[in-house]
């Protein structure tokens, strides 16, 4: 064991399903001996994610969904408590709740680092981290389209800023083995014939479920969307509103043959393994979970140019790539995709894991997380016994 620890202190809003959960938890779990993680949630329902956790994690929970007065004191005693040497935030909730209760509160921290998971970031939250930029060591993004915000938008420092990308769990997610795609097909009801798609992602504006519909409509109209085809939603219904609208136009559109709600699946790599190809027309992204998880099972994947900020998918090598918010052109690589055999798909998905594990080296990507720390306790002259601590 290491003869001195260095303690992070990790803030995010909670654990329900979802890839920057899982992102984090990766992290977590992957870091040398050197440092302790010690992980608080300040939303008390929904820990999904409990294989990834270690005994006694979380060790806090506020216990707060909308942040009160009371527990954004609670949040500054268990930040000044701990006495971490580094905190690091998750998610733009807890970016902005973490260091408000610490400026409110009096409350100090060696290592202040936060992390930016997704694109579209809300006004409130750009000038979160354009307001406490001064207080924050950096600022972690996820992908290069969420740091072109931060610095285009939020205007972050240029020498605060840093992108590392995702974990892809290739042990995990991987191709299925004998008999296991029959199984989960059977799982999902989908027939020997059926080409299966899936969609996997809350039913929200941001993943564009309705400009899939719409693309799917006008090739109903045309006579060109195939009796086999079935696409599968699979997400959370996140915007009540945003999915009673998917859910009504997906009757109105006569489209009940060919597209299914599955609402939340706990079992994502059985979904993955009943599907032929995964779309994902969001018109926004950080760095989609989704897109290197079904990379990683050996499928092809339908994206839009907003999903594919970092080039996670080659159009034409591993997959397709559509203009965002373009349900014509989607419409015509559907059409494309739904002619390939399945020995191209099978090659398109071979090409697309071998990318994902070359782009993702996850003891490469630990590393950065890990550097980043040690040069940052080395700035701050923490290197030594000792650590770091909170004052409140």
């Not at 733009?92 to 992390?115: E, K």
């Not at 191209?344 to 490469?364: P, T, W």
Request: with cysteine; proline share 5%.
């Amino acid at each position: 064991m290491a003869s001195h620890r260095h303690k992070i202190l990790f803030v995010t809003p909670g654990l329900r399903q979802g890839g920057a959960e899982r992102q984090l938890l990766e992290l977590i779990r992957r870091l040398p001996d050197r440092f302790e993680p010690v992980l608080c949630l300040y939303e008390a329902e929904g820990v999904h994610y409990r294989e990834y956790l270690a005994p006694g994690e979380p060790r806090h929970v506020v216990g707060k969904h909308w942040m009160s007065p009371r527990g954004l004191a609670r949040l500054a005693r268990i930040i000044a408590e701990e006495r971490p040497a580094i905190l690091h935030s998750y998610r733009d909730r807890s970016n902005f709740w973490t260091r408000l209760a610490m400026q409110v509160h009096g409350v100090s921290v060696p290592i202040v680092i936060t992390s930016v998971r997704n694109r579209g970031i809300a006004p409130l939250n750009l000038l979160t981290e354009s307001i406490f930029a001064d207080f924050t060591d950096r600022v972690l993004s996820n992908s290069v389209g969420v740091r072109h915000e931060l610095r285009s938008w939020a205007r972050v420092p240029e020498a605060k800023l840093a992108v590392i990308h995702n974990f892809a769990n290739l042990d995990q997610f991987r191709p299925p083995a004998a008999g296991e795609r029959e199984s989960a097909r059977s799982r999902f009801g989908l027939a020997a014939t059926d080409q299966a798609w899936v969609l996997p992602g809350r039913i929200s504006f941001q993943k564009h479920q309705l400009g899939l519909l719409a693309a799917l409509r006008s090739l109903r109209r045309a006579g060109r969307l195939p009796a086999g085809v079935r696409f599968l939603l699979a997400g959370r219904e996140r915007d009540r509103t945003y999915s009673r609208v998917v859910r009504a136009l997906v009757e109105r559109w006569d489209l009940a043959a060919h597209v299914r709600l599955l609402g939340s699946v706990t079992d994502v790599l059985a979904l993955y393994h009943a599907a032929d190809l995964v779309v994902l027309p969001s018109l926004y992204e950080g760095m989609p979970n989704a897109v290197i998880e079904a990379q990683a099972c050996g499928l092809p994947v339908l994206v839009s140019r907003a999903a594919n900020a970092d080039r996670l998918v080659a159009p034409g090598a591993t997959g397709f790539e559509v203009p965002t918010a373009d349900r014509h052109a989607l419409a015509v690589e559907l059409e494309k995709a739904f002619a390939c055999s399945p020995e191209e798909l099978r090659v398109l998905g071979e090409r697309g894991r071998a990318r994902v594990a070359r782009m993702l080296d996850n003891e490469s990507l630990l590393g950065m997380f890990t550097s980043l720390y040690d040069r940052l306790l080395a700035i701050k002259g923490l290197t030594g016994p000792g650590g770091g601590h909170a004052t409140g």
